[in-house]
């Protein structure tokens, strides 16, 4: 059974996603939210497996209610039509559904989301139940300007710290997000990410090479090309760490 | 100045060209002292020639449709004339030169001096392949010239076409946003009010149906632009629901005063798309219309602030603005501002229109 939540500010548009998802009784839907607050609330008190999520709501858009989330569900997005996020979805190839809903479309898209679940299941069948921890293969929704992505924790390489933000670094990119270090480095498994320093979080597993530095520190060079320093003390949890 | 603009410029090119011709080589008998009536006698007559034959050749080239064809045939073509032309150019000269030379001298010695044709012929032909190639060359460039120019001129009227074609687009504006949205909402309703669904089909179809009509037409009597935004609003509270609240103060005079059609429409559309829809609890939109200080001024309050976005997104505004300068010039405005803290007010001032 798949635990769904629909955010949407127009009643009648959450109804009518109602009726369309009777056809699919895999999915029960468990919660409704007006606004993107709402819409958080509940997600993070329900802790749903889904949620269907409109773009352009009062208060807050559906992408900046995402971005507030340590760790993104999986999402369906739903909209009329607004080609700022079309462009969005285009770019980053998320799942969206244009309203009003095509029944065929929804069951696409459920069906998309059942193979991916069953390839979740599979890789981690040894989850740690924890649900406060961040497990690598959960994801966080990253937005920064016109562009937004939906990133694995394992594909993340570093993290920096920029006064109150954070830049995180994933394959071609570092966007902005709106979280400190200190909050990222209490959520994040310390088994994979290592404070290496006052300002960066780095993934075990994305470095290329280790070199010894000045002081008796170490230089980490990760996989993008990034070199960080690792600070005298945190050298010696590191080395510790690695030698077993 | 007269004069020479009744002349066609090809013409003028002719005369000018040759003449000039004609003095170089006037010119350079003079200086080799060679100059007499009968060299002057020979000119004129191969001026007239070649007047004449680069006039034939011209009306072959225009014939034959030359200046369409690609660059390969053209310059292919172009020699080809210019041979052509300059051969038979050489023959008439030798033979005309001749006959006349006979004429003239009508002595038997004359006509019985041994002439070799061939030889004479090939000679003149050089020399007018010289002028024929020169002409083809200032023909073919100044046609060139003119088309090139012609070309950016009608990329500037293209681009002008495709400005005007936005206005107009503009103009016929309805956000696809609220047309999905509003379908979305019908659908919904289809199964919980049927009898609102379908007074909302027929509210959805007068706004589709009068925004493709407006671009037709400059103005519409007031109470025909009232009732399309009557019926949008009726949708959009299907939308927000008890989020919407809509308020009236129309004076009925002013029914019957012509308005630019869809701009009340944009400023209702643009108060809850930049108003209302930002609004969690929702707000208020109240549409006035009346005569103050001898003029009709429609008003569009809406809750919501002035934002930076507001002003950035002027979609709606700019061409609100540019609409009612072409249409009434000095004698119509549009402001928009935020009043009493928390409302943004837009207000269209028009002129009184006399009405039967």
Not at chain 2, 98 to 127: D, H, M
Request: with cysteine; hydrophobic share 45%; charged share 25%.
């Amino acid at each position: 059974m798949i635990r769904a939540i629909i955010i949407d500010d127009e009643r009648l548009a959450r109804n009518e996603l109602r009726k369309l998802l009777i056809d699919f009784p895999e999915i029960e839907v468990v919660a409704e939210g007006a606004n993107a607050n709402e819409g958080l609330e509940k997600i993070e008190t329900i802790n749903p497996d889904l949620v269907f999520l409109d773009i352009q709501m009062p208060g807050k858009t559906g992408f900046d209610m995402l971005a507030e989330l340590d760790k993104a569900p999986h999402v369906i997005f739903t909209t009329a039509y607004d080609e700022y996020a079309l462009k969005a979805f285009e770019v980053n190839a998320l799942d969206y559904l244009l309203k009003p809903v095509e029944p065929r479309r929804l069951a696409d898209a459920i069906q998309k989301l059942h193979i991916q679940e069953e390839k979740e299941q599979s890789a981690n069948s040894e989850v740690n139940i924890n649900r406060e921890m961040l497990h690598e293969d959960d994801q966080v929704f990253v937005k920064d300007g016109e562009r937004c992505w939906f990133v694995k924790l394992n594909e993340i390489r570093l993290f920096e710290s920029v006064g109150n933000y954070a830049k995180v670094f994933f394959g071609p990119n570092k966007p902005l997000i709106l979280k400190s270090l200190n909050a990222l480095e209490e959520r994040l498994d310390e088994k994979t990410f290592f404070r290496a320093n006052r300002k960066h979080i780095v993934n075990l597993r994305l470095i290329d090479k280790i070199e010894p530095y000045f002081n008796g520190g170490l230089l980490l060079e990760m996989k993008g090309g990034e070199k960080i320093e690792v600070s005298r003390r945190q050298t010696v949890k590191f080395k510790e760490m690695m030698s077993l | 100045m007269s004069v020479f603009k009744r002349i066609p410029t090809y013409w003028l090119f002719q005369f000018f060209g040759w003449g000039l011709c004609m003095l170089v080589n006037v010119f350079y008998a003079y200086t080799f002292d060679k100059f007499n009536s009968k060299f002057l006698y020979g000119i004129l007559v191969y001026m007239a020639l070649g007047i004449m034959l680069s006039h034939i050749m011209r009306l072959v080239i225009n014939k034959a449709n030359m200046l369409t064809k690609p660059i390969e045939q053209q310059i292919f073509g172009f020699i080809f004339i210019t041979v052509v032309f300059s051969l038979v150019t050489g023959m008439l000269e030798t033979f005309l030169w001749n006959y006349l030379t006979w004429l003239r001298e009508a002595s038997p010695a004359a006509s019985k001096k041994q002439v070799n044709y061939s030889k004479l012929v090939i000679g003149n032909s050089f020399n007018s392949f010289f002028y024929m190639f020169i002409w083809n060359c200032i023909y073919y460039i100044y046609h060139y010239v003119q088309k090139s120019r012609r070309q950016q001129v009608d990329t500037l009227k293209l681009e002008t076409l495709v400005k005007e074609l936005e206005l107009k687009t503009i103009k016929s504006h309805i956000n696809p946003h609220f047309i999905f949205n509003a379908l979305n909402s019908i659908r919904a309703l289809i199964d919980e009010n049927p009898l609102r669904a379908r007074g909302a089909i027929t509210e959805l179809s007068n706004i589709l149906r009068s925004s493709m009509q407006s671009d037709k037409l400059e103005t519409v009597p007031f109470e025909r632009e009232l009732n399309i935004v009557k019926d949008y609003l009726a949708l959009e509270y299907i939308r927000f629901e008890d989020r919407l609240k809509i308020e009236y103060d129309i004076d009925e005079d002013t029914l019957d005063q012509p308005v630019p059609p869809m701009m009340l429409q944009t400023l209702v559309e643009n108060a809850i798309k930049h108003g209302i829809s930002k609004q969690l609890s929702g707000g208020t939109v109240k549409i006035i219309s009346d005569f103050r200080y001898n003029h009709h001024e429609l008003v569009v309050q809406n809750t919501g602030h002035l934002t930076g976005s507001y002003n950035a997104d002027g979609f709606g505004l700019t061409s609100t603005q540019n609409r009612l300068q072409l249409l009434f010039g000095e004698k119509a405005n549009f402001t928009i501002k935020e009043i009493n803290g928390n409302t943004v007010e837009a207000k269209v001032v028009l002129p009184v229109a006399a009405v039967a």
